[in-house]
T-cell receptor, first 116, second 114 residues
Framework: AQSVTQLDSHVSVSEGTPVLLRCNYS??????LFWYVQHPNKGLQLLLK??????LVKGINGFEAEFKKSETSFHLTKPSAHMSDAAEYFC??????????????FGAGTQVVVTP | KAGVTQTPRYLIKTRGQQVTLSCSPI?????VSWYQQTPGQGLQFLFE???????NKGNFPGRFSGRQFSNSRSEMNVSTLELGDSALYLC?????????????FGDGTRLSIL
């Protein structure tokens, strides 16, 4: 079984300051981990993915995430927030087992607010 | 390369009706997954199709069904609509050979039940 916990439902940051979105996961198998972003009235856009290669993963728009197996965490960071980063962010796990074909397990989401 | 296309974008139905939603995947992608997104339950997996076969199914009643065509396009059908079926329905496509491959999402169909 697998699950994802996003530790903050809302995060508010000032423009130009760092962003940290926290995610812990649980998986019985070697997982793939993803971060997606969803802007209002839009679908989900892939920010980055971890698939058992480098533990520090760089994504689009200046985001990066670090996979820490010992802590079962996959936190998302960005050094400097931009107004356009205001959106909802989802941490997602996918297990490499045949009965999980096509099934992504989503966290509850973190709503990010960016203030000028 | 064109992204995932879902039609229609918005739909209003009444209780008891049925509805069909359509999803065209990215060219070359053979896997299509469907998700329901609601404020209360978040994002929940409905089912996944690969090469016209359903490989996986979530915990939804039989009123929710789907299919995939030979060109990988997929449809989702909901019969006997209930108020609780109001949601954003998202489809996502991937190459499908491995769960390591990321899924790419469409903008969804927002279904409102009156």
């Amino acid at each position: 079984a697998q699950s994802v916990t996003q530790l903050d439902s809302h995060v508010s940051v000032s423009e130009g300051t760092p962003v940290l979105l926290r995610c812990n996961y649980s998986s019985s198998y070697s997982p793939s981990l993803f971060w997606y972003v969803q802007h209002p009235n839009k679908g989900l856009q892939l920010l980055l993915k971890y698939t058992s290669a480098a533990t520090l993963v760089k994504g689009i728009n200046g985001f990066e995430a670090e996979f820490k197996k010992s802590e079962t965490s996959f936190h998302l960071t960005k050094p400097s927030a931009h107004m356009s980063d205001a959106a909802e962010y989802f941490c997602v796990v996918s297990a490499l087992v045949t009965d999980s074909w096509g099934k992504l397990q989503f966290g509850a989401g973190t709503q990010v607010v960016v203030t000028p | 390369k064109a992204g995932v296309t879902q039609t229609p974008r918005y739909l209003i139905k009444t209780r008891g009706q049925q509805v069909t939603l359509s999803c065209s995947p990215i060219s070359g992608h053979r896997s299509v997954s469907w998700y329901q997104q609601t404020p209360g339950q978040g994002l929940q997996f409905l089912f996944e199709y690969f090469s016209e076969t359903q490989r996986n199914k979530g915990n939804f009643p039989g009123r929710f069904s789907g299919r995939q065509f030979s060109n990988s396009r997929s449809e989702m059908n909901v019969s006997t609509l209930e108020l609780g079926d109001s949601a954003l329905y998202l489809c996502a496509s991937s190459l499908g050979g491995s769960s390591h491959q990321p899924q790419h999402f469409g903008d969804g169909t927002r279904l409102s039940i009156l």
